[in-house]
């Protein structure tokens, strides 16, 4: 059997890189073993003995954690870089069935007609309800398709899809809409932490290196 | 000393006299300030990517000694912040003099 110790220095790196993406703490690691490296020969050049110079260049990195928690806010984490590995289901799911294309187009279809044909028959106050899914599906399902890749296409669409989700809820509800604050908010949830997440790894990504999905 | 919040204008003044790597980095700034400043190490890498994510810095990989290091230079917009940052920073500090010089 053979002892596995672990050194101050790995320590460190490993209660810094909590968290962190596999690609992250890598990245953590090679720059603080680089850092340390350098720390270690400085001072043994000027003359300290090894063991010395080991502790005072983990002792100069300073605390572990409040690293992590500065890496956190500028590096992907792991649930984030779970989310950009699986975030573009929608593709994923039309390359692998391309007839899936058609049918996430026509979905939001459907309602619109349904809506027609309500209006034809002048029922203008029920027509209300299938224009607002068709508004909603449209928004999510066809949003894959709609030709946004650049940054500024992005806020726009981003700002079309908050307005029309808020419009779908005020619209069904009315002067309700307040009171059944509760049921929106719990229904709104996933969306909203999506856009959260989104809105981190935006800021942590260069553009150059979006995914289709963070710009949606 | 804290000086909590400079850091990233510490990092841009020691890029803005030459392209360099996170240690000498952290070195050039407790060098500079006679060892007043004094910063824990392990937030310089943070401060570092935020700077690289902003696009005022951008890094490259060079060798030194035969060992390869990551390597920062300011870029063009990190120039246009320092500038402001430096301007700023006077002010402040000419302020802050005044009222304590009345005191």
């Known amino acids: 059997m053979t002892a596995r110790f672990e050194t101050p220095l790995d320590s460190w790196i490993g209660r810094a890189t909590c968290d962190l993406s596999l690609d992250s703490a ?10 340390f490296e350098s720390a270690l020969e400085t001072a043994i050049v000027a003359g300290t003995n090894a063991a ?27 649930a ?25 187009q026509a979905v939001p279809a459907i309602p619109l007609a349904v809506t027609f044909v309500m209006l034809s028959r002048g029922e203008a106050a029920a027509a209300r309800l299938p224009f607002l899914a068709s508004l909603a599906l449209f928004m999510f399902l066809a949003a894959p398709f709609l ?22 809820f005020v619209l069904a509800f009315g002067a309700d809409s307040l009171k059944y604050f509760w049921l929106i908010a719990s229904c709104l949830w ?27 | 000393m804290n000086f909590k919040g400079t850091l990233p204008t510490l990092i841009l003044q020691a890029l803005a006299e030459e392209p360099s790597h996170g240690y000498r980095i952290a070195q050039r700034i407790k060098a500079r ?43 063009k917009s990190g120039k246009a912040v320092l500038t402001k940052d430096r301007s700023e920073w006077r002010e402040l500090s000419r302020a802050v003099t005044l009222i304590l010089e009345e005191a």
């Not at chain 1, 890598?26 to 850092?35: G, K, L, P, S």
């Not at chain 2, 060079?62 to 300011?74: A, F, K, N």
């Open chain 1, 147 to 168: 030709p946004v890749y650049t940054p500024w296409r992005g806020r726009v669409y981003r700002a079309a899809k908050w307005a029309a989700l808020i419009a779908v």
């Open chain 1, 190 to 216: 996933i969306p909203i932490w999506t856009e959260a997440t989104r809105m981190s790894i935006r800021r942590k990504l260069p553009v150059a290196q979006w995914p289709k999905q963070l710009y949606l």
């Open chain 1, 26 to 35: 890598a990245q953590v690691r090679a720059e603080i073993v680089e850092h």
């Open chain 2, 33 to 75: 300030s006679k060892g007043v400043l004094d910063f824990k190490e392990g937030t310089l890498y943070p401060a570092l990517h935020k700077l690289e994510n902003e696009g005022l810095v951008a890094s490259y990989e060079g060798v030194e000694q035969g060992r390869t290091r990551r390597y920062y230079r300011i870029t």
């Open chain 1, 52 to 78: 010395d110079a080991e502790r005072a260049a983990v002792a100069a990195l300073g605390d572990a954690r409040a690293a992590n928690c500065q890496y956190r806010k500028v590096l992907l984490t792991s």
């Open chain 1, 80 to 104: 984030e870089a779970k989310m950009l590995r699986e975030g573009n289901w929608e593709a994923r799911a039309v390359c692998a069935r391309p007839w899936l294309k058609t049918l996430m």
